[in-house]
């Protein structure tokens, strides 16, 4: 018997020389009939026989083997630090191996892949046969479990009014959880009724998802506004809505002015001798505030 694998070749000899060689599989095996060089084509056998011209003859079986194949590597192309996945081939008798083991590590018979830290690593799968080896490969990425951060912001606010919250988390989507409050994608809660909601901030990745949360306290607020009429006739303020800054003039010199926000915060003061008064409001929640000049409420002012 004589072995080969397909895409190779080998060349046998007998004596005496001069006889003819044949093949009983040429699409196994081929052979020259004067040469002897006998090529593997495809897996099989095939009866090799050589014929003298008084007619004797011998013969011996080739044995083709096919050419070695890794398959190729199924299973998940991403895995969290901390967790596993199993990855699987179809051909089966092989070793795993990966290219970065302080990313991810893998079982070398089992094929378990486990995360290690945030980044890419090549998985390879090799196995070896009598006519040589053959690997695949697979890239895997490992991710870090999702971060929602801190919320923060006011945790009170009046019926028909609004508070800003931030999260210094990116990607994450506001929810409210009952009613008495709602939130925009930008974060901006709106109190609905008088109690109080659950805000959260849900951030997701490919791993899972994290959640902040905090609780809002909406109050019905009964406000007050001074309508004297001749205090509304003396001062200005503007713009109103303000978006960064809000302009107060008077006829007659500004002594004090305070800001008070809805729950009766107070958010800017400030001791001044002029008849014209600018307020960088520019920091300020978004929301409706009220302004006292010398001790009298005026009016109030929105900060879009």
């Known amino acids: ?37 006998l090529s593997g084509l495809s897996a099989g056998t095939s009866l090799i026989s050589y014929t003298l011209s008084g007619g004797c003859a011998s013969s011996v079986v080739a044995v083709v083997s096919a050419a070695p194949t890794a398959g190729t590597i199924t299973g998940l192309s991403n895995v969290c630090t901390g967790a596993s996945i199993t990855l699987s081939d179809v051909v089966t008798g092989g070793a795993w191996s990966s290219g970065s083991g302080g990313v991810a590590t893998i079982g070398a018979s089992s094929g378990i ?19 040589g080896t053959a690997s695949t490969t697979k890239i895997i990425t490992v991710s870090l479990p999702p971060n929602a951060g801190a919320i923060t912001g006011p945790s009170v606010v009046c019926t028909g009014a609004s508070i800003l919250l931030t999260d210094a988390a990116t990607t994450g989507v506001w929810s409210a959880t009952n009613g008495n409050a709602t939130i925009s994608g930008t974060g901006v809660v709106l109190g609905v009724t008088a109690g109080s909601d659950t805000i959260n901030y849900t951030v997701t990745n490919s791993c899972s998802s994290a959640i902040a949360s ?75 505030y009220f302004i006292k000049i010398n001790g009298a409420e005026v009016r109030k002012f929105v900060k879009q």
């Open 113 to 131: 892949v486990t995360g290690i830290s945030a980044g890419t690593t090549v998985i390879t799968y090799t196995v070896s046969f009598s006519c």
């Open 214 to 288: 905090t609780v809002i306290t909406i109050n019905h607020c009964t406000l007050v506004i001074n309508t004297n009429e001749h205090l509304q006739n003396e001062w200005s303020i503007y713009p109103n809505p303000a978006k960064t800054e809000l302009t107060i003039t008077a006829p007659n010199n500004i002594g004090n002015v305070t800001i008070t926000n809805l729950i009766g915060q107070k958010v800017y003061t400030h001791e001044c001798n002029a008849e014209k008064v600018q307020v960088d409001v520019s920091g300020f929640a978004a929301g409706v």
């Open 1 to 37: 018997m004589t072995t080969l694998c397909t895409g190779t070749s080998s060349t046998l000899s007998s004596s005496p020389s001069g006889g003819t060689w044949t093949s009983g599989t040429p699409g196994v095996a081929s052979i020259g009939a004067s040469s002897g060089l």
